[in-house]
Structures are given as structure tokens and as C-alpha cells.
């Protein structure tokens, strides 16, 4: 029963304290964490619907490799929105239905991407960050797992509220086809 117990405790504190990466697959439409070589959480995401790409103003997803730099909206509930990265205190109306409308509403929780590949995705008129490319929530729910995204990578609000909880600044996201 000791050794039972001291292999409970020390399973539960590698996943505890294990350092997580993230993997989004453009072609399969999944973001996953990664945490010991291990896939520990799989989430549908909705890429842009523009395309892959790395230029400024062309509203594509971002290849390669980033890191989350900064996480906006600890406090929020569940299904506010965000101009300019500024929280307002609003509900928006969720669209669960294949319906692509006229706003691209960002909810929830906002990891902002900075890109690790300088003249790829960092500096000039690649850069990820500059370009405000983020992991975030969705009023267009009913679109997860299609293009559909104006460059940035969506996610359903109750995943991106999960994501957010256990993933800190500084999380290692590839972004691949």
C-alpha cells in the first residue's frame, strides 16, 4: 500500500508540474497539449479562412513556431467579448449553428501568440504578435473544426477557459499544416 501511495504522488505531481507544449494541426482543425511527450488534451479549433500565411493585413493563420507572450481576461465570464484587447462587460449571443456572420467576435480568454522564427513569423511584416494573433474564444461556435477565422486560432469558450487554466505565458505552440 506504500508503494501504491508514493506512485499515486508522484504520477499526480509530474502532471502537476509538467512542462506543456502546444501542437495545432491546420489540416486536422485540433489543437493539443502536450505534456511528457504525451497528448494530454485534444480541442477542435477553427483556423483562418483565408489560409496559411504569415504576412501582415492578409488575415491567415501563422505558421511555425510561437509562444503564448501574454494571457488577457483572468477574471472574465464566460462569454464577454473584447475590443482591442479591452474587456466589455457583455454577453454576446453564441451561434451554434454552421452560420459565418458579419462580427468576429474574440470571448473569453485571449492568448496572444508571439512567433520564435525571425523574417518567418517575428519582425517586420511577419510578426505574429504585431499582426495580434491569438488563441481565443468564439461567438461562432458552430463553426469550430472549419476555416473559418480571420487569422487567429478559435476555440470553443468552454476550451479556450480550460486552455487557459493550465497553460502558462511563455508555452511553446507549433503551428503546422
Known amino acids: 500500500m506504500k508503494y501504491f501511495a508514493i506512485l499515486i504522488v508522484s504520477v499526480?505531481?509530474?502532471f502537476l508540474y509538467a512542462e506543456y507544449s502546444?501542437?495545432?494541426s491546420i489540416s486536422e482543425q485540433r489543437l493539443y497539449v502536450i505534456a511528457n511527450n504525451?497528448?494530454?488534451r485534444s480541442y477542435p479549433?477553427?483556423?483562418s479562412a483565408y489560409g496559411e500565411g504569415q504576412t501582415e493585413n492578409s488575415l491567415k493563420t501563422p505558421l511555425g513556431d510561437h509562444e503564448i507572450k501574454k494571457k488577457i481576461g483572468t477574471d472574465v465570464p464566460k462569454y464577454q467579448f473584447f475590443v482591442?484587447?479591452?474587456?466589455?462587460?457583455?454577453?454576446?449571443?453564441?451561434i451554434e449553428k454552421e452560420i459565418d456572420s458579419p462580427d468576429d467576435f474574440i470571448t473569453t480568454r485571449i492568448m496572444w501568440l508571439a512567433g520564435?522564427?525571425?523574417?518567418?513569423?517575428?519582425?517586420g511584416n511577419v510578426d505574429s504578435f504585431k499582426r495580434f494573433i491569438y488563441i481565443h474564444g468564439t461567438h461562432e461556435e458552430g463553426l469550430i473544426g472549419k476555416k473559418a477565422s480571420h487569422g487567429c486560432i478559435r476555440m470553443l469558450n468552454q476550451d479556450v477557459l480550460e486552455l487557459f487554466?493550465?497553460?502558462?505565458?511563455?508555452t511553446a505552440v507549433n503551428i503546422y499544416l
Open 116 to 123: 520564435k522564427n525571425e523574417g518567418f513569423n517575428s519582425g
Open 165 to 170: 487554466r493550465i497553460i502558462p505565458t511563455k
Open 45 to 47: 479549433i477553427s483556423s
Open 38 to 40: 504525451s497528448i494530454v
Open 22 to 24: 502546444i501542437e495545432v
Open 12 to 14: 499526480l505531481s509530474s
Open 84 to 94: 482591442s484587447r479591452e474587456h466589455i462587460s457583455q454577453e454576446v449571443d453564441i
